[in-house]
């Protein structure tokens, strides 16, 4: 079934973190419904809105991540690629970021 996607730890991780704070926003919400509020995002948000937006940030930095990685091993010299864990400390990173303050 799952044969068409590269399954690494770091995939696999990544999808059961989406999958959680799909979870955990659905209880929250139920908990307590969320109002809107502006940060530092050009229109006022929800919870709901900010993961989104958060979600395919994180997606954005992961597949620029691997798009450059490649690269980066002839432009510095690496010796192999960059661990894939780097573009997913930087991705959820960048979702706690708007979630926050966006």
């Given at each position: 079934m799952f044969e068409w996607m590269a399954w690494t730890t770091p995939v696999a991780v990544f999808f059961?973190?989406?999958?959680?704070?799909?979870?955990?926003?659905?209880v929250w919400e139920l908990k307590s419904p969320t109002v809107l509020r502006r940060g530092f995002l050009p229109l006022e948000t929800t919870r709901g809105d900010r993961l989104f937006i958060g979600l395919l940030s994180a997606a954005y930095v992961?597949?620029?991540f691997v798009g450059v990685s490649g690269k980066l091993v002839g432009l510095l010299g690496l010796e192999s690629e960059p661990s894939i864990w780097i573009?997913?400390?930087v991705s959820m990173g960048l979702l706690v970021l708007i979630m926050r303050r966006g």
């Open positions: 059961l973190c989406i999958v959680l704070m799909l979870v955990g926003m659905t992961n597949l620029a573009s997913f400390v």
